[in-house]
């Protein structure tokens, strides 16, 4: 089949308020609801979609909300209209003039991927590379009042079929409560995130996790120390990933040169793009490292995006690909992403993300809007 060549004509951002169905907390503070931006980029007569993952505030990395709108729609919108590709990897090229703010990159990037399937009539996935039709999926838990509330909630997680759990810790919510879930629910796949909680001088205190055996330990240490995971490895058994300091596939390498982890996450818009997060996919497959794709507490369109990276090969762990009703009352995709008893959820067949929007749903749940 020959490669349309494809044309950025237009660009709509839209802007709308989500409250979560509960209150998420991680150990840099508690959101209720989710400020969302959608891109939606219309080229040659097809439209594809993408979702900013900032948070509101600089919490997880320094990108928020308005920070990414400012570079949208000064530095990066205007660079893309008018751009043709007759592949997405050539986008790299127009947004490459951008340092950092990969979120922002990643919205427009997550969109023309997506445009450049609907034009071919494929899935996303398969555009991508992937090669599953079902993703493995783990839940991700925040932090509650207490050790009873959490197991009621993991218990409820494991009824509807999660295959992996994940619980956000910090200090004075760590050991206690894997312990009490290690007594509840005995060897589930269990692992725990600490986005950056601990100083490596807490590196007997985390010895207690190898007594647990968690599949991994996320990010415990600071977001720009990777040379102190590489030394907190060393003092311990379970396997560390990173997640807020692999921001690029170059660091990724960097970080699995120096042994600072053996496990990688993979989250689209930290990494800027698909593009970047198949390039982190190839480097890991070249070296036998496991990855999994994580979660930005994103509406239906990053989730359909994450589940489409997560159909590569090389994701074999369960991922935070969680389904819609883990978040929502009600998602903005019809049909919602949905769990099934084994633990999977379905990699969207559809060409486009754009046939599965609940444009009803969009309209009542739209703040603002803005043309370029
Ligand atoms: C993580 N996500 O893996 C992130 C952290 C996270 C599903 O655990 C607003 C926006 C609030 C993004 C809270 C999961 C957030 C956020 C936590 C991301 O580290
Ligand atoms: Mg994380």
Same mark, same amino acid.
Request: aromatic share 6%; glycine share 10%.
């Given at each position: ?76 919108? %205007? ?8 592949? %997405? ?12 703010? %990969? ?22 996935? +398969? ?20 050790? %009873? ?73 600071? +977001? ?29 390498? +960097? ?18 793009? +698909? ?49 819609? @009703? ?13 769990? @099934? ?32």
């Amino acid at each position: 089949m020959t490669r349309p060549e494809l044309t950025v004509e237009r660009v709509e951002l839209l802007r709308l308020a989500m409250p979560l169905r509960l209150p998420f907390r991680t150990s840099f503070g508690t959101q209720t609801h989710r400020d969302v931006v959608l891109a939606r980029v219309q080229c040659d007569g097809v439209e594809g979609w993408g979702e900013l993952v900032a948070g509101e505030g600089p919490w997880y990395s320094e990108e928020t909300v308005g920070s990414a709108l400012v570079v949208l729609r000064e530095h990066l919108i %205007p660079h893309v209209i008018g751009a043709s590709f007759s592949h %997405p990897t050539q986008l790299a090229g127009y947004l490459a003039r951008i340092r950092g703010n %990969p979120m922002a990159r990643a919205t427009i990037e997550t969109a023309c991927w997506d445009a450049w399937a609907a034009a071919r009539g494929e899935s996303l996935a +398969h555009v991508l590379g992937g090669v599953r039709e079902r993703v493995v999926t783990g839940v991700s838990v925040g932090i509650q009042d207490s050790v %009873p509330e959490l197991l009621d909630l993991i218990e409820g997680y494991l009824d509807q079929g999660y295959a992996r759990i994940k619980v956000k810790i910090e200090p004075g919510w760590d050991i206690q409560p894997l312990t009490a879930i290690r007594e509840r629910f005995g060897e589930v796949s269990l692992m725990a995130d600490a986005n950056s909680a601990y100083r490596l001088k807490d590196a007997s205190w985390l010895q207690q996790l190898d007594g647990l055996h968690l599949t991994m330990v996320e990010q415990p240490l600071a +977001h720009d120390d990777v040379a102190e995971h590489a030394l907190l490895a060393r003092q311990m058994k379970t396997p560390i990933c990173l997640d807020e300091s692999l921001r690029s596939a170059a660091l990724t390498r +960097h970080a699995l040169d120096i042994g600072a982890c053996q496990v990688v996450n993979v989250k689209v818009g930290r990494l800027g793009g +698909h593009s970047e997060s198949r390039a982190v996919h190839r480097l890991c497959a070249e070296r036998g490292v496991p990855l999994w794709c994580g979660g930005m507490l994103e509406t239906g369109v990053g989730r359909l995006h994450n589940l489409a990276i997560a159909s590569l090969p090389g994701f074999t762990l369960p991922g935070d690909t969680s389904a819609s @009703e883990r978040y929502w009352e009600r998602d903005i995709i019809d049909p919602p992403v949905t769990l @099934e008893a084994d633990g999977t959820v379905a990699v969207p067949t559809a060409g486009g993300i754009a046939t599965r929007l609940d444009r009803e749903r969009l309209d009542a749940l739209a703040v603002g809007r803005e043309s370029f």
